[in-house]
C-alpha cells in the first residue's frame, strides 16, 4: 500500500522556519539533518512531495522540540 505524504508548507514555514530558525533554510535543513538544497527544493515547488529523509528529519526534529509533526504533515 503506497501513500503520499505532503508538507503543510505554509505552518511549516510559519512556525519552524521562521520562529525557530529567523527564515534561515540552511540551519533548518541542518536540524532536520537533510541538505540545505533538498529543503529549498521542497518549499520553491508546490508539487514536490517529501522524502523518507525529510519525513524523519521532520519527525525527529517535532519529538525533540515539542512539536506535533503531525501539524505539518498531510498523509494521502
Known amino acids: 500500500m503506497a501513500f503520499d505524504v505532503k508538507l ?3 505552518k511549516f514555514t510559519e512556525k519552524i522556519l521562521k ?3 529567523a527564515g534561515n533554510q540552511a540551519n533548518c535543513a541542518k536540524a532536520l539533518k537533510i541538505s540545505p538544497s533538498y529543503l529549498c ?3 520553491k515547488y508546490p508539487d514536490r512531495k517529501i ?3 525529510f519525513f524523519a528529519g521532520l519527525l ?3 519529538q525533540q522540540h515539542g512539536f506535533k509533526a503531525m501539524d505539518f504533515i498531510e498523509i494521502d
Open 8 to 10: 503543510l508548507k505554509g
Open 60 to 62: 525527529y526534529y517535532c
Open 19 to 21: 520562529n525557530k530558525f
Open 51 to 53: 522524502g523518507p529523509a
Open 41 to 43: 527544493n521542497v518549499l
